[in-house]
């Protein structure tokens, strides 16, 4: 059960409202709410998390506002709610810690833990060392997927030290890469279509791009171009041109405008 005293936050991914009318700029720093709080430095605001604190703006008056963010997208993939016994000072100054993550080599690179589509893996790729201090203070941590629907992140408990920024090691660093890239091939496809419609809804639409993707790796083919047209027409029909590819004999195609071609009489 929850601590009486824990607040409820909004941990808003800015990065993922740009062009959106609820997207958060500001002229200066005077201008801050005091619910609100960014967790990269105010030169990367346009696409920082933002910590929101519900009790704190309803306080001020401006519930309303705050929860313009929450409502920003559909579904929800752009926040998460956090519970914690912290005020909103603390917990953004532990977020901050989880900025930048290393690779073996104490490569730095950042980690936007605000993004549900990369949060919700998470957990799971992290060691149980790793994801018990980044989850640290917090009570209780909802993530929305892809269907609208709120999953609650795992809690856990290790005793052993972890330094930060984490360090993760290879097949973690590709276990997340991997977990993004049916979505950057969607959003490679919506490019390329200048913003179309496509069919489904978004968790159909990823459930296509990740079928198209694993049939390719099966088929080792290694031309990404040949996996993103697959991917446009898996978006475009829906997933029924995957049901031709179960034996994986078009796959073997190397030339790109040959796979094209026969993908267009399919």
């Known amino acids: 059960m929850n601590n009486d005293t824990d607040s409820m936050y909004l941990l808003v991914d800015n990065g993922l409202l740009h062009g959106k009318s609820a997207s958060y700029s500001e002229i200066d720093l005077n201008s801050r709410p005091s619910w609100l709080a960014p967790i990269y430095p105010d030169q990367a605001l346009v696409v920082s998390p933002l910590l929101i604190d519900i009790e704190a703006a309803y306080e001020a008056g401006d519930l309303d506002r705050a929860m313009s963010y929450l409502n920003a ?38 980690l936007r833990y605000a993004d549900c589509t ?24 909802g993530v929305h997927d892809r269907s609208g629907v709120m999953i609650h992140l795992p809690p856990v408990e290790s005793g052993e030290a972890v330094p930060t920024p984490i360090c993760l090691d290879q097949a973690q660093l590709a276990a997340l890469d991997e977990a993004s890239e049916p979505d950057h091939y969607i959003a490679k496809v919506n490019a390329m279509r200048h913003g179309a419609a496509l069919p489904g809804n978004t ?43 179960v034996n994986g004999d078009l796959l073997m195609i190397a030339e790109l405008d040959t796979f094209r071609r026969k993908l267009h009489e399919l």
């Open 203 to 245: 968790a159909e639409r990823h459930a296509w791009a990740q079928a198209a993707r694993e049939i390719w790796r099966r088929a080792a083919n290694p031309n990404p171009d040949i996996l993103l047209l697959l991917t446009e027409a898996a978006l475009v029909s829906a997933g029924k041109i995957l049901h031709h590819m």
């Open 73 to 110: 997208c559909t579904p929800r993939l752009h926040v998460s709610i956090v519970e914690a016994n912290l005020d909103l000072e603390q917990l953004a100054r532990h977020l901050r810690t989880f900025i930048f993550i290393l690779d073996p080599e104490g490569r730095q690179f950042t």
């Open 118 to 141: 990369i949060l919700a893996p998470l957990s799971s790729i992290l060691s149980s060392a790793q994801w018990a201090i980044m989850r640290g203070p917090i009570t209780r941590w």
